[in-house]
Nanobody, 121 residues
Framework: QVQLVESGGGLVQAGGSLRLSCAAS????????MGWFRQDPGKEREFVAA????????RYADSVRGRFTISRDNAKKTVSLQMNNLKPEDTAVYYC??????????????WGQGTQVTVSS
């Protein structure tokens, strides 16, 4: 059974930073891409960032490129999202996801329970 557990969310002022982490279990972590998505109430879930299985390739949404950095540690089976220069529009529930393949463009098959990020102006 695949489990993804996020941590690190919270309340921060605009311009501040947060680091989200996701611990994975239940499958061969290093074989699959990992991603972060977010969802604001009343809106559809949107892609934020992804990292390939090897960690050698990353992809970002235009809205976060240059401010967010995704990384993974295959030995520890974790994926992180460093979020800098946060804006109020970054407020959402952030979800960790495990892909169906190794590429950052893979469909995402498994999801965590989400962690709330709130950015005050």
């Amino acid at each position: 059974q695949v489990q993804l557990v996020e941590s690190g969310g919270g309340l921060v002022q605009a311009g501040g930073s947060l680091r989200l982490s996701c611990a994975a279990s239940g499958r061969t972590f290093s074989a699959y891409a990992m991603g972060w998505f977010r969802q604001d109430p009343g809106k559809e879930r949107e892609f934020v960032a992804a990292v390939s299985a090897s960690g050698g390739s990353t992809r970002y949404a235009d809205s976060v490129r240059g401010r967010f950095t995704i990384s993974r540690d295959n030995a520890k089976k974790t994926v992180s999202l460093q979020m800098n220069n946060l804006k109020p529009e970054d407020t959402a529930v952030y979800y960790c996801a495990s892909g169906d393949g190794s590429s950052t463009y893979t469909p995402y098959k498994y999801w965590g329970q989400g962690t709330q990020v709130t950015v005050s102006s």
